[in-house]
Each structure stands twice: as structure tokens, then as C-alpha cells.
């Protein structure tokens, strides 16, 4: 079953467990970041734990092989459901990632390309030239699925090529969520919801639609019903 991610990146605690309670059981499935994570530290996780959320811990870690095994065995300790790792760090250290979890700890995806890069950005970084974002997502696909991952991060238009390559069991993680006619802000590589569930993705981030709106719980509703009654969404699997 597909379901919404609400990002909580939010500037405290406080502010990010009011938005939790405020949306209520539609949203039951919730992303700690580097913001949050880093001002709150582990006793946030255990707070949305405590209140039945999932959590997707999103600290994308890249690191030497050992010191980010050590980092996802603690994060699988805290009883997070899915974190992710950047299939840039190669697949030796998401190998040991896996090792160090088994398979039946939190689900382990690969961040490829952030959603907020372009090519010219990946060009930039790297010094050379690609041929397509969609390329590059999927040499580093590659990699994370070599290295025994359960899935990547990636934009709601590499879906498709994604799950034609590595099957429809390979988990794909969307953010750059946007509704028709919002600003995209810092995203390049945008999609509705429902385009992003017509292409295959199995988890949609939400963020700044849904926590800076006027009303949070009314931009979530909208969300949801831009996939429609046969979208096979739920807020909360
Ligand atoms: O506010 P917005 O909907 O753009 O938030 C997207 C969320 O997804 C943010 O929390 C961001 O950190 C996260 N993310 C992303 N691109 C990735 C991985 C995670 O935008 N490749």
C-alpha cells in the first residue's frame, strides 16, 4: 500500500509534535530530518513512537563504511522504520549498513540525486558531464541495489525507469511533492501526487505544502484527494 510522508521540518519539538497532534490520524507516517533531529536529537523519535507514528529518519548518511554501519545500528535501535543513506557514500558502505541492521530492521534506502538538484548541478558537483538526471538516478540506483538496499530516494520522474529495472519490490521514496500551481521552491524535480503514484512511487514526501499552509490538515485533505478515491493511498499503512 502507498502512503504520505509529512516532513517535519520544523524549528522545535514542540512545534513539530503540535503538527503531528493537529493532523491527527490522517497522517500516521512522519520524517525527521537534520533539522529536527539535530535540535532534538533521539527523544523526538521516541515521542512519535510513543504517539503510533512511523518515522522515516532522513539523516542521509555518508560516511567511511564502519562509522556509518555504527550510526544505522543506533538508529535501528531507536525503533525508526526507514532511513536513509546517500548511495554516493558506495556500495561498501551501504553493504555494511545492511549487515549491520539484518533485514529485519528499518527499511534502508539510498538517497540518489536530491530532488533539488538539476544537471547542471550534479555537472558542477561532479566535473563531468551527464547525459540525464534520469541516467545518473539509476547508475546510483544501481549501486544501493547492488549493496542489498530496499530502495532509493529519488524524483517522481525516475519512477517508472527505476521499478522497470529493479522490479516493483525496489521501494521508491518521493519528495518534490507538489500540487498543481504551487511554488516548487528549491525543487527541480516536481510532481502531483497522483503522477507520482501513476509512476509507481510507494511513499510520497509532503513538507512545506502541508506544515507552512494556513491549514495544514485542509492541504493534507488536498493532497490525498489529488490521488483520488482509487489511488490506493492510506495515510498510514
Ligand atoms: O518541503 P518539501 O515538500 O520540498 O520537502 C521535501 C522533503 O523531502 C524535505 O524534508 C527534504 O529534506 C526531503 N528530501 C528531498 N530530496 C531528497 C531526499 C529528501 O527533498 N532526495
Redesign the pocket.
Known amino acids: 500500500m502507498k502512503s504520505f510522508i509529512v516532513?517535519l521540518?520544523l524549528t522545535s519539538g514542540a512545534e513539530a509534535l503540535a503538527m503531528v497532534d493537529r493532523l491527527g490520524e490522517q497522517a500516521n507516517y512522519h520524517?525527521v530530518?537534520s533539522q529536527l533531529f539535530t535540535r532534538e536529537g533521539p527523544g523526538l523519535v521516541s515521542e512519535l513512537k510513543d504517539r503510533g507514528r512511523k518515522v522515516f529518519l532522513?539523516l542521509?548518511y555518508h560516511d567511511i563504511p564502519n562509522t556509518a554501519a555504527r550510526a544505522v545500528e543506533a538508529a535501528a535501535e531507536l525503533g525508526v522504520d526507514m532511513l536513509?543513506l546517500h548511495a554516493a557514500g558506495g556500495t561498501a558502505m551501504m553493504a555494511a549498513a545492511r549487515d549491520a541492521v539484518g533485514d529485519d530492521g528499518p527499511l534502508l534506502v539510498g538517497?540518489?540525486?536530491?530532488?533539488?538538484f538539476n544537471a547542471a548541478d550534479v555537472e558542477d558537483v561532479w566535473d563531468k558531464e551527464i547525459r540525464s538526471i534520469r541516467e545518473e538516478v539509476g547508475r546510483l540506483a544501481g549501486l544501493a541495489a547492488d549493496a542489498g538496499l530496499d530502495g532509493v530516494?529519488?524524483?517522481a520522474l525516475e519512477v517508472e525507469a527505476l521499478k522497470r529495472k529493479h522490479g516493483s519490490e525496489f521501494i521508491v521514496?518521493t519528495?518534490?511533492?507538489?500540487l498543481e500551481g504551487e511554488p516548487v521552491?528549491?525543487?527541480a524535480r516536481t510532481a502531483t501526487p497522483a503522477e507520482a503514484i501513476r509512476a509507481g512511487a510507494d511513499y510520497l514526501?509532503?513538507?512545506?505544502?502541508v506544515y507552512?499552509a494556513a491549514d495544514p490538515t485542509a492541504a493534507f485533505k488536498r493532497l490525498l484527494a489529488d490521488v483520488g478515491p482509487d489511488g490506493e493511498v492510506e495515510a498510514a499503512p
Open positions: 516532513a521540518d520524517k530530518g532522513d542521509k536513509t538517497v540518489t540525486l536530491l530532488t533539488s530516494v529519488a524524483s521514496v519528495p518534490g511533492i507538489r521552491a528549491d525543487q514526501v509532503v513538507g512545506r505544502s507552512a
